[in-house]
């Protein structure tokens, strides 16, 4: 009996180290755009390598994204059609993820974890294909926009954006926000068409644009207090740039709230991306200082983007080890959320048919004050 015990005991551990092995054969696949649309996204994935080699891959999606939406599904696919795959982590969510995601479950692997953040695909496709989505509430920015323009006593707010990312519901439904604001408030809002940075002439023309716009805005509004803000992330170095040096000009924040989104580049800082946060605002507001600019520019405290990546891997490995057992569990996606970004405010979205997505989550932070950093 003793013998037998013994015998039992000891396939109970080899099955044991067999399965801890079997669990040791699993891969989290990101995939973000290249520096040139997205560097923060980019950096980000970088960071999640350089913790666990052995564990994450990456690729990225082509710069021309929406010509080439057949190459993003097919890399995507090809993450898919490792076995050893067991998550993917796509952010930004570009056209053409709604569609791989459909694939890969025709693959028949329903165990792939699927996550995107900061989609450019509507609520109701993104959210049917992908187990958790993540983008920061843009809808909701149309408030906390306005309500810094009127602390700095904004008179007119130039919005520039294109038809591409006019068609897309959150960043409509900022807008209308933004005009509501902006009449009540007795602000001047005004829409200016600029180049899509994914058209033909590629983002070089639309940062070109922005650049020589700005200018005639506020030769335009001469005398006014104008803040600019654009939709796309490939434009937000150039729209720093051209209004660091006009007095009367104002940047409420970039289209994805970070202390990393451009800034760096504008203004000449070696900062870490994703370090030390508050040490990144220090460096930015003595930077803007020399300026005369601090009480001109404002962000967010974190980079919402890179935590969408950070946390959409943390949940991942969570999930593959069995300590998160639902795809969507909102308490521990919350909790994630807190432990990254402590304040944010993290709720899913409703659009305006009432219609609530639980697994599409909204992130919110308040707009920084330069000064509180010098």
Not at 111 to 124: H, R, S, V, Y
Not at 326 to 354: H, M
Request: include cysteine; charge should be negative.
């Amino acid at each position: 009996m003793r013998k037998l015990l013994c015998l039992l005991m000891a396939v109970m551990m080899v099955l044991g180290m067999g399965s801890a092995f079997a669990e040791e054969n699993w891969k989290i696949a990101i995939m973000t755009g290249t520096t040139v649309q997205g560097e923060e996204e980019f950096r980000a994935a970088e960071r999640e390598i350089a913790k666990d080699p052995d564990h994450i891959i990456m690729d990225t999606y082509p710069d021309s994204f929406m010509a080439e939406m057949e190459t993003t599904v097919s890399k995507l696919v090809a993450f898919a059609a490792d076995p050893e795959v067991k998550a993917i982590v796509m952010c930004q969510a570009v056209p053409g993820a709604k569609a791989a995601f459909d694939k890969i479950r025709e693959m028949g692997r329903d165990d792939i974890l699927l996550i995107a953040g900061t989609p450019q695909e509507d609520p109701a496709s993104i959210s049917a294909a992908a187990d958790i989505v993540m983008y920061a509430d843009e809808i909701q920015q149309g408030n906390t926009i306005m309500e810094k323009c009127a602390d700095w006593g904004i008179d007119v707010f130039i919005h520039y954006s294109f038809p591409r990312h006019m068609a897309m519901e959150l960043i409509v439904g900022r807008h209308e926000l933004l005009q509501a604001n902006a009449e009540a408030l007795g602000i001047e809002m005004y829409d200016v068409t600029a180049p899509d940075p994914t058209a033909e002439a590629g983002p070089t023309a639309s940062k070109q644009f922005i650049l020589e716009d700005v200018p005639q805005q506020m030769a335009k509004y001469e005398g006014k207090k104008v803040a600019f803000f654009t939709t796309n992330c490939g434009m937000q170095e150039a729209l720093q740039q051209a209004i660091l040096t006009e007095p009367n000009a104002y940047y409420p924040q970039p289209c994805c709230p970070s202390p990393y989104h451009a800034f760096p580049i504008v203004l000449g800082l070696e900062l870490e991306l994703g370090g030390d946060d508050a040490e990144a605002l220090h460096q930015i507001a003595l930077k803007l200082q020399e300026y005369d600019a601090v009480g001109r520019y404002s962000t967010w405290a974190s980079p919402v983007a890179m935590t969408e990546i950070a946390v959409g891997v943390e949940y991942a490995k969570q999930y593959i080890a069995g300590e998160i057992t639902s795809r969507n569990d909102t308490e521990k996606l919350k909790a994630l959320f807190e432990e990254a970004i402590p304040g944010a405010q993290v709720a899913t979205y409703t659009d305006a048919n009432g219609t609530t997505y639980d697994n599409y989550y909204t992130v919110l932070l308040a707009p920084v004050d330069f000064n509180d950093y010098l």
